[in-house]
Nanobody
Framework: QVQLVESGGGLVQAGDSLRLSCAAS????????MGWFRQTPGKEREFIAA????????SYTDAVKGRFTISRDNAKSTVYLEMNSLKPEDTAVYYC???????????????????WGQGTQVTVSS
């Protein structure tokens, strides 16, 4: 069983930066694509970014392109989300997600991920 633990959320001002981390248990981290999603009350979980198992291929939703960067360190079984130029509309609970072992390619569909972290709150004040 894979466990994902996010960290790095907090309260920041508009224009600030934050880096989220997601540490994964298990030795098979390097064989799975990983993603970040976010959710606000009353809304569906929204795809933010994903990275293939190799780390060479990434995908972003249009709302964060040019501001957010996803990366991974397979040696540390950790995936990161670097968030710059934060806006109040980025306020949400951010979730790390992992695909099934061996699913190396990116998907933007939440249903394509089998493992989820507990979420970390990001609040951006104006």
């Amino acid at each position: 069983q894979v466990q994902l633990v996010e960290s790095g959320g907090g309260l920041v001002q508009a224009g600030d930066s934050l880096r989220l981390s997601c540490a994964a248990s298990g030795r098979t981290f390097s064989t799975s694509a990983m993603g970040w999603f976010r959710q606000t009350p009353g809304k569906e979980r929204e795809f933010i970014a994903a990275v293939a198992s190799s780390g060479y291929s990434t995908s972003y939703t249009d709302a964060v392109k040019g501001r957010f960067t996803i990366s991974r360190d397979n040696a540390k079984s950790t995936v990161y989300l670097e968030m710059n130029s934060l806006k109040p509309e980025d306020t949400a609970v951010y979730y790390c997600a992992g695909r099934r072992i061996g699913e190396r390619m990116i998907t933007q569909q939440a249903t394509g991920y089998d493992y989820w972290g507990q979420g970390t709150q990001v609040t951006v004040s104006s």
